[in-house]
């Protein structure tokens, strides 16, 4: 009774991209390029009809950006600006520069015919040009979140990423409002924009007056809160395209409207959750659909007719990668050191941001449907996306190898210190215990020495905790603790103790070559790890669960036992909730922590 | 290019469902109704502003795959061995019976003796779209009346694909045609089904299990299982074609084996949260579509002559079910729950009554699809609301029904947790929780996304159970609104105040924070104890410290049983516990 061809082609896609899911699983790749891998596998059986599946497709854009919009609370958006952000921002600035200028020289090297039969149709125009700009500034994976939720890793490269990740993603998004609601060629930018404009203002509208009514009116029913939610969406895609303004713009502006309350409708979320996950992978897997290679068996044949048309997409999608996983780690690292920042730290966030991000793929596949971006261009962008992030991953898995390797080489120079008060270790301190970290953990551990006179040595590499650890400290080397020479400006040797307290694998197995000659203990939060630590010479393992489960054995065992009913157990543990009551050295960790606090 | 522009058919369907769903839910109507109404309204019927188009299609066709699939994930072979006997004897007699009916009342009618065979042949079914829908929405398709009626409907989808096999062949030249196909239809469906229960038994564990941990990518891989099913069934034909074999299986079928092979593993129920929404988008636009494709002329050239059918219909098709399902020894309520369910005609009449109108030369005109699709929506929409309130109903009726009462009835097999704890999380923290609980409490429950903490659970001899905390659906598995005493090892705000909404004031609820903050919301939130594991942790490690600095001996005795324990290296260590810590 249907035609299924679209159904057909949805199948083939998938059933496809299944195998290639599970062997990149296996290579530990991540899905997003596996799945414009397996587009890119079906696309060359020629099944697919690209328009049909590339309408799916922009669902799949719609949920992607919708949701991420969702998360943005318009009350609380930050207008301070960090260090990092400004890093972020610098990065994307010269990234994005010489994309331009590389697309540029391309366009007219292949103007002037230098390579014989080898050309465009089209001349690479700026227009075109920024395209190739955007993809190599933009390096986000759509993380979203970290912008709001604190960072909670320990480790500083581990943040230092996330939060460059969310900056990307807001410029993205900020590109695809501008590119698809400026660029329009009849209509002003201006009356563009102000579509745009009004479209958010109606969501922030909705957000305030009538999703309350929404949420009255579907009394409670989570299908109907989802199939309104998916309504309220569509609506919004519909206005922007009555607008003639880019789905985007709409989908993010439906994303505003709709009240993020992953508490009381959970299940609803859970599901625009499914049904994102379901539409993005068509889009992933139809724009690896949509690039042409050429075919094997025709380059046999003829090669400089077949392979002609693809040098130009070749080397564009050559060059970003270049652009990407060469050049963008230099600048990121480059500009992190000059903030302060190791020079560890930096190369391995530069290595896990060394790739092009998910939302160039959308913005190059808007420009496409909107006719901005010539066809060699986009697939260049679209090669270059999957393998940047493929090499990424690679690079992301051995980061620290390759960061030995360039120390091995010296291409990293001597570690930087850009303040001169990095080591404020006096020269004779020995049988002191060194605190690895000046996270929650640290804080309290140097309490802890000041009480009862023990003297310590703090080792922070994070420039956002210096201001504190100036203050707070007696003793304290800021390095990359894994720097040969922060473990001669800590005298080591001579103490007593090493504590680390960062989860980190690369800082442990450091610390534990020190075992022979002091008491090493570390940190996991995975018990099976134990055991191996200490065959590996740790005094001792601190598992932070292991540890509490002790106390809480006491409350629950006094609880079952009805020593307690559960009326004065909650009253008698929420007074001690209270500062006042607590114990002394628990509030004051928890009053010196609001600063800084990233390295919790 | 297909100009579908998002303006288009799909966003008027979605929308205009989405209005009249939340009306209907408002006014307290099952929301099928709503759908089904809207595309009254919305089609050709009503205001005509939408036709069917390929998009809307394939949704709608996606829409019953994902609906076998999800009710596929749903069956545990199991569970429902016991009742496949009891379903083979009852759906084929039924389906005779209502077939008979159903030929006669056509024959009564003005009908031609062709097209009254037709019509005898379309009214057999129920609708699997309605049934399923409404048991998913009333928490009740694995009650033993749901397991019935998704049984009768499963051989009721068989025979559907036979017959459509027989349609697509065109008019048969006789009792032999008929029975080839026939044969290959069944051939098919049993290598199918062998092949999706081998693969649950010898493929799928060890792939599921590599990717169990990575929600995403889960639903990924089970997506692509499903579409791998609905290729091969959808394409069959293109497939046996070149050995001269002209085959068919429906799609449905297809999806319900491929969700059948998942449910056997331990990772079904995630499965299930995930998919569960897709389907609903889905099968709103399936509702909705069915009456797009109809002219109100053709709609309504019978609409006397199916009032009619449609009263009598459902009176017969309850009348044989509940005969049926009392002679296999049903006890009375679920024979009588189990056969209201099944009085409407299904969708699957009117997929039917298009083959025979396309079939050439047609068996039947449009006039007489339009009767049998009016037949179809009326029984429906009725039979949602006999679902809808099948409970109360059967309180209503119990005391005429007596003299049916079963002395020795069919048991349902009983496994629903009541009183017992539930933990969230697997880690050392919620393990020793689980040695202490356990000398109080009988039935303990692990809720866990980890495959190896959930292997590690189940081989200490607790029940696991694999999924994430966020579904409802692995909540209400777990029994936490009957829970005495939950135990939440998740430090997530978000996880544990979704357990706090769910449980009641007679459960006492632990749960874990990160900061003073969290802990003082979740004590807000109504928490009896909030474990601060950090701050815990850091405050035994310095007591530990403490002995360090002043005596390394004290020190090295204070670990000890730390040190054995994180020797083992085991999640679950089978090593005696400290006796609680030191007081402070």
Known sequence: ?600 | MVDVGLASDVAIILVAAALVGVLAVRLGQPTIIGYILTGVVIGPVGLGLVEPSIITDTMAELGLAFLLFLLGIKMRIDEIRHLIAPIVKISIPQMVAVGAVGFGFAVLLPFSFEEAVIIGLAVVYSSTAVVIKMLNDKGEATSLHGKIDVGVLLAQDIVVVIILAVLAAGRPDGVADVAVTLGIVMVLVTITTVAAIAASRYVLPSLFRQIADDTRLLFLVAISWLFLFVLVSDQINLILSPIGIDAYLSIEMGAFLAGLAIAQLPYSKDLQGLVNPLTDLFVMVFFVSVALDFEASDLLAYWQEAVVVAVGLMIVKFVVFFLLLNWQRFDLETTFLGSIGMIQVSEFGIVVAVAAVESEPPFIGQAELGFITLVALMTMSVSVYFIQYNRQLFERVEPYLSRWEQSDPVQPADTEYRNHVVVIGYDEIARRALRILEEQYDQIVVIDRNVEHVEAIEDAGYDALFGDFKYAKIRKDAGVKYADFVFSSSDQVEINEILLRETTEETTVFVEARTVEEAAQLYDAGAEYVVLAPQLGIAQFIEYLESYVGDRSTFDREIAADMELLRSGQLFPDITDRVGGDDD
């Open chain 1, 1 to 600: 009774m249907t035609d299924v061809a679209l159904l057909t082609a949805m199948a083939i896609l998938f059933v496809v991209a299944g195998p290639v899911l599970l062997i990149a699983k296996g290579l530990r790749l991540s899905i997003i390029p596996s799945l414009i891998l397996a587009g890119l596998f079906v696309g060359q059986l020629g099944l697919i009809d690209g328009a049909l599946m590339l309408e799916l497709a922009r669902l799949g854009i719609a949920f992607l950006v919708f949701t991420f919009s969702v998360q943005i609370h318009t009350e609380e958006v930050r207008t301070v600006v960090s260090n990092t952000e400004v890093v972020a921002i610098v990065q994307a600035f010269v990234l994005g520069v010489l994309g331009i200028l590389f697309a540029l020289v391309v366009g007219i090297v292949l103007e002037s015919g230098v390579v014989p039969g080898v050309g465009l149709e089209e001349p690479v125009t700026v227009e075109q040009a920024l395209f190739v700009g955007i993809a190599a500034a933009l390096s986000s994976v759509i993380v979203g979140t970290a912008l709001f939720a604190k960072p909670q890793s320990d480790i500083v490269h581990d943040y230092l990423s996330s939060e460059i990740d969310s900056v990307s993603d807001f410029l993205a998004v900020f590109v695809l409002l501008v590119v698809s609601a400026g660029t329009f060629a009849l209509d002003p930018i201006a009356t563009q924009f102000g579509y745009g404009v009004m479209l958010l203002g109606a969501a922030i509208v909705i957000n305030r007056y009538l999703f309350g009514i929404m949420e009255r009116l579907a009394s409670g029913s989570d299908e109907a809160m989802l199939i309104s939610i998916v309504a309220l969406l569509i609506v919004f895609l519909a206005a922007a395209d009555f607008l003639d303004t880019s789905i985007v713009v709409g989908a993010f502006a439906a994303g505003l409207a709709v009240r993020d309350n992953p508490v009381e409708y959970s299940e609803v979320f859970n599901g625009l959750n499914s049904i994102q996950e379901f539409f993005v992978a068509i889009f992933f897997a139809t724009v690896g659909a949509l690039v042409t290679l050429p075919s094997p068996l025709a380059v046999t044949a003829d090669p400089s007719a077949t392979l002609g048309p693809f040098v130009p997409v070749a080397t564009i999608a050559l060059g970003l990668v270049v652009l990407t996983v060469v050049i963008k780690p230099i600048v990121i690292g480059v500009l992190l050191v000059y903030n302060g920042y190791d020079r560890r730290s930096a190369t391995v966030t530069g290595l896990t941001l060394d790739h092009v991000g998910a939302f160039s793929v959308i913005v190059a596949i808007e420009a496409l449907i909107l006719g901005l971006l010539i066809e060699p261009v986009f697939e260049g962008i679209i090669l270059a996306a999957a393998v940047s992030m493929i090499l990424s991953n690679l690079t992301h898995t051995y980061d620290e190898e390759i960061y030995g390797l360039l120390v091995d080489r010296g291409w990293l120079g001597q570690p930087y210190h850009d303040v001169d008060d990095w080591n404020s270790v006096p020269e004779d301190m020995s049988d002191h215990v060194v605190i690895v970290g000046y996270g929650r953990h640290g804080r309290r551990l140097v309490e802890f020495c000041e009480e009862v006179d023990q003297p310590y040595v703090v080792i922070e590499n994070n420039p956002q905790a210096l201001p504190d650890l100036r203050a707070n400290c007696g003793a304290y080397v800021f390095a990359d603790a894994i720097e040969p020479e922060t473990a001669d400006a800590s005298n080591l040797e001579a103490a007593r103790l090493v504590i680390s307290t960062a989860d980190s694998k690369p800082l442990t197995e450091h610390f534990l070559s020190f075992s022979d000659t002091v008491d090493v203990i570390v940190r996991t939060r995975e018990l099976p790890m134990a055991a191996d630590l200490i065959e590996r010479g740790a005094t001792y393992v601190i598992v932070p669960d292991l540890l509490a489960a002790d106390q809480l054995a006491d409350s629950l065992g006094a609880l079952l036992n009805g020593e307690y009913d559960p009326d004065e157990l909650r009253a008698e543990s929420m007074s001690e909730l209270n500062p006042e009551r607590a114990p002394p050295r628990f509030s004051t960790a928890e009053s010196t922590s609001h600063t800084g606090e990233p390295n919790r």
